[in-house]
């Protein structure tokens, strides 16, 4: 699977944006998807993950509440709606799958889009 992530952009504190990620190849519904992020000088950390049907969801603890991660099979689509924006989630976000959950969860993956920026000016 290749993925491919868009919808970065300059916003404002308490804006909202929704990044989306498109996969290309069959096997999409296979992967369990998710995203992480790298903001400057830090390393990448972990945001969101989903199971492959949907049905099971992860969130890093400082997004919990203002972010939803969704996906949409039939399309071969993740998103991540980011509600609430906040200076400190300007980053480089990152689609990402795997095929082992539990480590999916932790921000393990195997394969990487490249990175779409968003940026929360105060």
């Known amino acids: 699977v290749q993925l491919q992530a868009s919808g970065g952009g300059l916003v404002q504190t308490g804006d909202s944006l929704r990044l989306s990620c498109a996969a290309s190849?069959?096997?999409?519904?296979?992967?369990?998807m998710g995203w992480s992020r790298q903001a400057p000088g830090k390393a990448r950390e972990f945001v969101s993950a989903?199971?492959?049907?949907?049905?099971?969801?992860y969130y890093a603890d400082s997004v919990k509440g203002r972010f939803t991660i969704s996906r949409d099979n039939a399309k071969n689509m993740v998103y991540l709606q980011m509600n609430s924006l906040k200076p400190e989630d300007t980053a480089d976000y990152y689609c990402?799958?795997?095929?082992?959950?539990?480590?999916?969860?932790?921000?393990?993956?195997?394969?990487w889009g490249q990175g779409t920026l968003v940026t929360v000016s105060s």
């Open positions: 989903i199971s492959t049907d949907g049905d099971i969801t």
């Open positions: 990402a799958a795997g095929q082992l959950l539990h480590r999916v969860s932790r921000g393990t993956y195997e394969v």
């Open positions: 190849g069959h096997t999409f519904s296979n992967y369990h």
